[in-house]
């Protein structure tokens, strides 16, 4: 384990053998559809990645880079959109990849902004679900995890953009950023 984790919450096996299951049910969901599938940037690369090498309907990829957040552990809740998704996504069924749900003011800015551009869909897929800190009125339709009030890091989730190759997700020493 990393010499900054306090421990580890999710082990390698947990969220593998979780996002194969998620994958499956969106299989099933999305059949005869072909999708979207938006991930928003960098937190959801390795989540994104696991995710749609397990579906086996047809998709189209995209991504965004979106940031709320600047250097520290809580939201500033000001979205900045610094990479747009480069498709036309009126009348299509678009699918957001999400690494974790916090406030929920970047998902809930996210979905509004693809129905305004006239999308058929917006569905939302997130990793890690942090519910008790939701301020925003969204709630994810496909979840992996829900998971305590806790700073967390690794497969992708960062903090000061270290520790996102981390192959687990781990819990951040308050020592670290306190
Ligand atoms: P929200 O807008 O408050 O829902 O924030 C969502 C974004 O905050 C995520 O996409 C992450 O980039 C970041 N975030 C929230 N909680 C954590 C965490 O525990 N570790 C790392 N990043 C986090
Ligand atoms: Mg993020």
């Known amino acids: 384990m990393h010499i900054d984790c306090e421990r580890i919450m999710l082990t390698e096996e947990q969220i593998k053998e979780r996002v194969v299951e998620v994958a499956k049910q969106v299989d099933k969901d999305f059949h005869g559809k072909e999708p979207l599938v938006v991930g928003i940037l960098k937190g959801s690369i390795i989540f994104y990645g696991d995710f749609i090498r397990c579906l086996h309907i047809p998709i189209t990829l995209d991504f965004m880079v979106v940031s709320?957040?600047?250097?520290?552990?809580?939201?500033?809740?000001?979205?900045?959109?610094k990479k747009d998704v480069e498709?036309?996504?009126k009348g299509k069924d678009v699918i957001i990849i999400e690494d974790i749900i916090?406030?929920?003011?970047?998902?809930?800015?996210?979905?509004?902004?693809?129905?305004?551009?006239?999308a058929k869909t917006v569905t939302i897929i997130t990793l890690l679900d942090k519910y008790e800190r939701r301020t925003a009125d969204v709630k994810p339709d496909y979840n992996c995890f829900k998971i305590e009030d806790e700073f967390v890091i690794g497969y992708g989730l960062d903090y000061n953009e270290r520790y996102r190759m981390l192959?687990?997700?781990g819990i951040l020493k308050r020592s670290v950023y306190e």
């Open 167 to 169: 192959p687990y997700i």
């Open 102 to 118: 916090d406030s929920g003011f970047t998902l809930a800015n996210l979905k509004q902004l693809f129905v305004e551009r006239g």
């Open 68 to 81: 709320s957040y600047g250097a520290g552990t809580v939201s500033s809740g000001n979205l900045k959109i």
């Open 87 to 89: 498709s036309d996504v």
